[in-house]
Every structure is written in structure tokens, then in C-alpha cells.
């Protein structure tokens, strides 16, 4: 996601991406969001659970934060430090939502397969032309990398 997007959910969302910028060794959250084409979903799931955060009193607040936005199998994935029921039921209401919007661009997708599974729109599900440079690998998907890589090792790490 463009740093600009990033940028503003961090600032109108400073209690559900308290750890935007939390130390890596605690927090997923450094690796920032997946594509443009999920803001408004993202926003809109923000929105949500910051209202919640913000009923909740203040010493218990700061244990409910978003700890993982990512994208995994081609689907919105969102995990929370901390989460009630009813943050829980937003979470999988927009994860579903993900499966039909084109992650580069926000317009109607749906799933493709082959190399990464992404949802994408028409548009966007088109070969890339190519000019002889090698396939470019974007930053969206070193983020998945990185994401399924730390995954696998939390067990280990103390
Ligand atoms: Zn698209």
C-alpha cells in the first residue's frame, strides 16, 4: 500500500495501529498493509474496531491493537492483540468482503490462480507486457513472504 494510505490510517487509527511502528520483534504490524486496492475496506474495518477500542476503559484499552494486516492466500487476513467477540465478527465480515475486490485497484475481482493467488479485477488479471526486463517482484509480495516466513517460526522464538 502507497505510504500516503498507510499514513492515514495510522493517524486517524492511533489505537488500533498503536504498534504501526512497534518494535519487530513483537509486533507484525511494521510490515505495513497490503495492496491500494483494499483501502476502503481496510478504512472502513478500522473505522469500526477504533470505536471500540475507544469504549473501552483506558488502562485495558492499549491491549487491543491490530497486530497483522496482510494478505494470505489471496484473502484479507487481520489480526488483533486482543479482540472482543463483536471486533471478531467486523474482522471476518471484511475478510469475506476481500475474496470480490481486485487488491490493486478496489474495483469487483475475484480469485485467480497461478504463482501468487491475488483477487484481481479484469483489468489487472491481464499479463503484464513484458520488455525484456525480468519479472519484477513487487513489494506487495515480499511482504507475503515475509509475512508466511515469520509465521512459521514464532513457535521458536522466545
Ligand atoms: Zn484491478
Sequence with gaps: MDKELDDRLVEEFPNLYRNRYGDPMYTCMVWGFPGNGWFQLIYDLSAKLEKLILQIPEPERELYCAAQCKEKFGGLR?????ATDEMQ???REAENLSWHICEE????GERRGGGWIKVLCDEHAKPKPV???PKQV???DLHVVLGIGAEETDDGDT
Design 89 to 91: 465478527a467486523l474482522i
Design 138 to 140: 513487487g513489494l506487495q
Design 105 to 108: 485497484c478496489g474495483a469487483k
Design 131 to 133: 520488455s525484456g526486463a
Design 78 to 82: 487481520f489480526y488483533m492483540d486482543g
